[in-house]
């Protein structure tokens, strides 16, 4: 019951020294709040730019072309070696008798051109679709099946997806780089904002120290007290975030430019990022209360 008395002090006293130290708290909490804009910001972006990669990933497929006298059991045998490769996700598989059809039937032009081409005249091949599990591992999996005996063709905008993949994977790591860089930014301003709000109550601590109070005992309402100044400083980004980018979503019908670059959709997304944002607030504000207290406290 103890520990549960002092963590209720520790609140009430936190309170109270926000509100007894009204303009110094909201200079903290001026500062939580525009760094996490910033940090809001910045996860929302990578958020997006994640979700957009990985849909034009799962848009990447293996097409392959069986050659013209491939026969069933072919066409099984390699249905069958497709299956034992392990990046492989799913596949379909279209006859040229099935492709011959579909084009006939998508435009007239096809359709006489076509009616005048037998089986064994006709360009067409049998042909698989294939999508992997690993988009960096494409071009070993597009070797694989290249190597099968009836496989014609195998095409997969090779030169065009390894860029691709780079960018994608370098753009990701930016993207991280940037919301890390932003959140050490973050902490290193609000330690030292809180800093200078300790550092105008060092003789509330010393007062606290005379009297025998111990490290922890000094320490907790401080922390406490940081932890709300994160959740208060954290109330005006998470609004702005929801809002913002719910009006932003809405202006631009879910996607930017083309439907190609499909935003994420708000919910349950304004959510996690708004939970981010919190976390975030709070660990700061913990941090950085702690690291200013710690210097006025007994060795």
């Known amino acids: 019951m103890k520990p549960f008395r002092m963590l209720g002090r520790s609140i009430r006293d936190a309170f109270k020294s926000v509100i007894r130290n009204f303009s110094l708290s909201l200079a903290s909490i001026s500062c939580i709040t525009i760094t996490l804009i910033i940090v809001a910001v910045a996860v929302i972006a990578s958020f997006n730019v994640q979700n957009f990669t990985k ?4 848009d990447m497929t293996i097409v392959v072309f069986l050659e013209n006298d491939a026969t069933e059991a072919d066409v099984e045998e390699v249905k069958h070696k497709i299956d034992n490769i392990s ?8 006859s040229k008798v099935e492709i011959k059809k579909q084009m006939q039937s998508e435009s007239e032009v096809f359709n006489k051109v076509l009616e005048e081409w037998d089986e064994n005249e006709s360009p ?13 591992k494409i071009s070993a999996t597009a070797e694989k099946i290249q190597a099968f005996n009836k496989v ?8 065009m997806v ?3 993949v780079t960018a994608f994977s370098s753009i990701e790591k930016v993207t991280y780089g940037i ?28 007062i606290m120290r005379l009297v025998g109070a111990s490290n922890f005992t000094i320490k907790t309402p401080f922390i406490v007290e940081g932890m709300i100044l994160g959740v208060f400083g954290s109330i005006v980004p998470i609004i702005i975030s929801t809002y913002g980018y719910l009006a932003f979503y809405n202006h631009f019908d879910g996607h930017l430019f083309s439907e190609l670059i499909q935003l994420i959709k708000p ?3 304004i959510y996690t990022t708004s939970l981010i944002v919190l ?14 207290v710690k210097k006025y406290l007994k060795v």
């Open 55 to 58: 849909e034009i990933e799962k």
């Open 87 to 94: 990046n492989v996700e799913k596949y379909t598989f279209q």
């Open 124 to 136: 067409l091949k049998d042909t698989f679709q294939v999508k992997v599990k690993d988009i960096e």
């Open 152 to 159: 014609s063709v195998v095409r997969y905008g090779e030169g």
């Open 162 to 164: 390894d860029k691709m």
């Open 179 to 206: 919301v890390i860089a932003l959140i050490i930014v973050t902490v290193f301003l609000i330690v030292n904002t809180i800093k200078l709000t300790i550092s105008a109550r060092k003789r509330e601590i010393s």
């Open 267 to 269: 919910e349950p997304f």
């Open 279 to 292: 976390v975030i607030g709070i660990i700061v504000g913990m941090i950085g209360s702690a690291s200013a």
